[in-house]
């Protein structure tokens, strides 16, 4: 058999094709609301932030002290042991310089970019990340293996929630 | 072990298209439907459907398995759907393959229908559950960043550029121009990919695949009911899959050790002993273009770091002599998540039978390689096929 040789199906349509009302189409905007448990081990996590305070869970067989924490440890495939308090400083693993929101949407003119990176939290195992943003920082200044500090929110501010930290900035010497 | 030894008798694939006028289900038939007339079997010779489609997200459609089971032939026969992200599309061969080589069946048709353009504004937005609800959804991340951010750490590790990265987008965009199902199938330079609009540095535009609506399907037999249909079977000789830790920022982003467990499986089973001898022609999964390299050093078909040695050398051009995504890739044919891994097997299927056309690798290659990976950049899954 070739490709070539078949009538092959599905009918390409322009975006201006439902605009313009050639084609029909039915709308639905969900409306639904969920509400995500914090577990045990993030619900200890969030709570920490809330006092300015990363903590990490240690597995006493692999010896890993792992972020974000974590009740079991999936290489060992056992409970996990200890609370443990890390730095509120690290490493950038890796970066991005991002023009576009979630839904794919582009910044707005004169709008920073946002700033992605994997950070590498110092008194954390090696090469344990966490998904965070950087700031107070030009785009073109920031470097893989840079040395980044978190920036809190005001105390009273804080919620317990990822975002109590509002980004990590470079230490500068 | 002992099982059936499994072949793949017909194919069928559409269009792939940015917004398609046909539903999900009147995708999956067209293609269900060529891939039985491409082999001259009807819906009363399949004992057994296997359907793969990707996030319920993009149909805002909940069970989407029932929902396309009609127009895959699901109706009254043993019906299974599978889901494993972006690697849906060849897991799609291996979930028919397990039918087949089990002994319960000796026929599967296999469908893989994908409708992206549902959803609006775009597709993309559906990704944002992909991540951590309370660790990292309220950083709003979209899907660009985890490749741009698994992308930088290749490029810094390896010290890859972009300029050389943009080669695999340039070479697989051309590639499609003989792929009548292609959606983005242009010649362009590397100075048209660098200076396309920066999405997310390193990610520009022209380094990724496309949002796409279409579907594929191929017909799975046992031996010897596969030797009455073809006299040109293709076997599904190793099937391997694996899954990393969803903790995606602890990983080594510069390495796919989940590709290489997969391909290390399906290697063992085909008897594969020198990969880079043995596979002569690959189809790895390149959503975006850095993909393509980053796959191919976790299938082994490339020592670490050095698989953009082979693309400058001109080896993985569809003439080279290890040709990769010789079909145009879901860079240039176009990307319906599940759709275009089974468009990959597809492709490494007729080129195996000496039937893919203008887009035909020279040198009758005995033995090729689909992969696919998906989930939170997690999954690889790899079939090896032989004729």
């Not at chain 1, 200890?44 to 067989?61: F, M």
């Not at chain 2, 917004?19 to 819906?43: I, N, V, Y």
């Not at chain 2, 399949?46 to 029932?66: N, Q, R, W, Y």
């Not at chain 2, 391909?263 to 975006?288: T, V």
Request: with cysteine; net charge neutral.
């Amino acid at each position: 058999m070739e490709l070539e040789k078949f009538e092959l199906g599905a009918t390409h349509y322009k975006e201006s094709d439902l605009k313009e009302g050639k084609l029909l189409s039915l709308p639905w905007t969900p409306n639904l609301k969920y509400a995500w448990d914090n577990g045990v081990a993030i619900g200890r996590y969030l709570a920490e932030l809330k006092e300015g305070r990363i903590i990490a869970r240690k597995c006493n067989k692999c010896r890993r002290i792992m972020l974000p924490p974590r009740m079991f440890c999936e290489l060992c495939w056992r409970p996990t042991d200890e609370w443990v308090y890390v730095q509120d400083t690290g490493r950038v693993n890796t970066f991005s310089i991002c023009y576009v929101n979630w839904d794919a949407s582009r910044i707005k003119k004169g709008e920073k970019p946002h700033l992605p990176a994997v950070i590498e939290i110092d008194g954390a195992s090696p090469g344990m990340g966490i998904l965070h943003l950087l700031g107070e920082v030009e785009p073109e200044e920031i470097k893989i293996g840079m040395k980044v500090r978190a920036v809190w929110k005001k105390p009273e501010e804080r919620e317990g929630a990822i975002t109590d930290i509002l980004y990590f900035k470079p230490v500068r010497r | 072990m002992a099982y059936q030894r499994v072949a793949i008798v017909g194919a069928g694939i559409t269009k792939f298209v940015r917004r398609a006028q046909e539903t999900g289900k009147e995708l999956a038939f067209q293609a269900a439907k060529m891939a039985l007339d491409s082999c001259g079997l009807t819906m009363k010779d399949i004992e057994c459907v296997s359907l793969g489609t990707a996030p319920d997200a993009f149909d805002g459609v909940h069970m989407k398995g029932e929902y396309l089971s009609d127009g895959s032939g699901g109706w009254r026969k043993p019906y299974m759907r599978h889901f494993v992200g972006g690697g849906t599309g060849v897991f799609a061969p291996i979930h028919g393959w397990f039918h087949v080589a089990s002994g319960m069946f000796d026929t599967c048709l296999v469908v893989c229908s994908e409708k992206m353009s549902s959803c609006h504004p775009h597709p993309q937005g559906a990704f944002k559950t992909i991540f951590d609800h309370t660790t990292e959804q309220p950083l709003n991340p979209t899907l660009i960043w985890i490749f741009a951010l698994e992308m930088n750490r290749y490029m810094q590790t390896y010290g890859i550029t972009k300029e050389e990265i943009a080669l695999v987008s340039v070479k697989n965009k051309k590639n499609a121009m003989d792929h009548p199902s292609a959606q983005l199938p242009m010649e362009i330079t590397v100075e048209d990919v660098l200076n396309s609009e920066v999405l997310a540095w390193p990610v520009n535009r022209l380094d990724i695949s496309p949002a796409s609506d279409g579907a594929a399907a191929i017909v799975l037999a046992s031996e010897h009911v596969a030797k009455r249909i073809t006299d040109k079977p293709v076997w599904i000789d190793g099937v391997g899959w694996n899954l990393d830790t969803a903790y995606w920022a602890t990983r080594d982003l510069a390495y796919p050790r989940y590709v290489e467990k997969a391909a290390r499986m399906a290697y063992e089973m085909a008897g594969i002993k020198e990969p880079q001898k043995e596979i002569e022609i690959a189809e790895p999964y390149d959503p975006f273009d850095y993909k393509e390299l980053h796959h191919m050093e976790g299938l082994l078909l490339a020592d670490r770091g050095k698989a953009v040695e082979m693309l400058l050398d001109g080896k993985t051009q569809r003439d080279g002599d290890r040709p990769m995504c010789p079909s145009g890739g879901a860079l240039g044919v176009g990307n319906p998540i599940a759709a275009t891994g089974l468009m990959k097997v597809i492709e490494i299927f007729l080129q195996l039978r000496g039937e893919a056309g203008k887009r035909q690798v020279p040198g009758n290659p005995r033995c090729g390689l689909a992969q696919a990976w998906g989930d939170l950049m997690q999954v690889g899954t790899v079939v090896v096929l032989r004729r």
